[in-house]
């Protein structure tokens, strides 16, 4: 079965204090790994897309990578306005169907 | 990307009522995507809607529960209905920007049954 998890569930910075979120997926036919941010009382906004082991895109303090079992989220030092959930979802097969992570909620304290 | 306009942004309603949701695109898109997040929780997709044909439903979503209509490009809705506390979530419409750009997300409506 199709699976994607995200760890931490909940992570709390301080500002400045760099670290990583986790994403590790089990699934057959990935045509892509995409990261999300998102606000309270918002949709998700999309960040970044990933295609194949050993990619990685930036940008401003994050950094997402890509292995064959999971991908990370790296944030250099944070600021408060970086606190949101993130979410990894990857695309799956012919149909479009994007199955997403239950998210890291990030608390970045000043 | 596209720009999704989302409504209503939340309701509250009475169980065994309907309430349906619209979603508007300000361009074309072929696939328009409906996902419900639980409290707490990360996005389910229900369903596909493709202008011109029926919607493809997920496990665990059936038609009569969730109606959808796509009569044009820019433009589809789902109905809750029969509403139990159960169905109390956040519904979100979104469609794809294109290979690589992932998907575009409406604002979400927040529904609570009571």
């Known amino acids: 079965e199709d699976q994607v998890t995200q760890s931490p569930e909940a992570l709390r910075l301080q500002e400045g204090e760099s670290s990583s979120l986790n994403c590790s997926y089990t699934?057959?036919?990935?045509?892509?790994l995409f990261w999300y941010r998102q606000d309270p009382g918002k949709g998700p906004e999309f960040l970044f897309t990933l295609y194949s082991a050993g990619e990685e895109k930036e940008k401003e303090r994050l950094k997402a990578t890509l292995t064959k079992k999971e991908s990370f989220l790296h944030i250099t030092a944070p600021k408060p306005e970086d606190s949101a959930t993130y979410l990894c979802a990857v695309l799956l097969g012919n149909n479009n169907d994007m199955r997403f992570g239950a998210g890291t909620r990030l608390t970045v304290k000043p | 990307s596209a720009v999704i306009s989302q409504k209503p942004s939340r309701d509250i309603c009475q169980r065994g009522t309907s309430l349906t949701i619209q979603c508007q695109v300000d361009s074309q898109v072929t696939m328009m995507f409906w996902y419900r997040q639980q409290p707490g929780q990360s996005l389910t997709l229900i369903a596909t809607a493709n202008q011109g044909s029926e919607a493809t439903y997920e496990s665990g979503f059936v038609i009569d529960k969730f109606p959808i209509s796509r009569p044009n490009l820019t433009f589809s809705t789902l109905t809750v209905s029969n509403m139990s506390p159960e169905d109390s979530s956040i519904y979100l419409c979104?469609?794809?920007?294109?290979?690589?750009?992932?998907?575009?997300f409406g604002s979400g409506t927040r529904l609570t049954v009571v």
């Open positions: 699934v057959s036919g990935l045509r892509g």
């Open positions: 979104s469609v794809g920007t294109g290979a690589g750009y992932g998907y575009t």
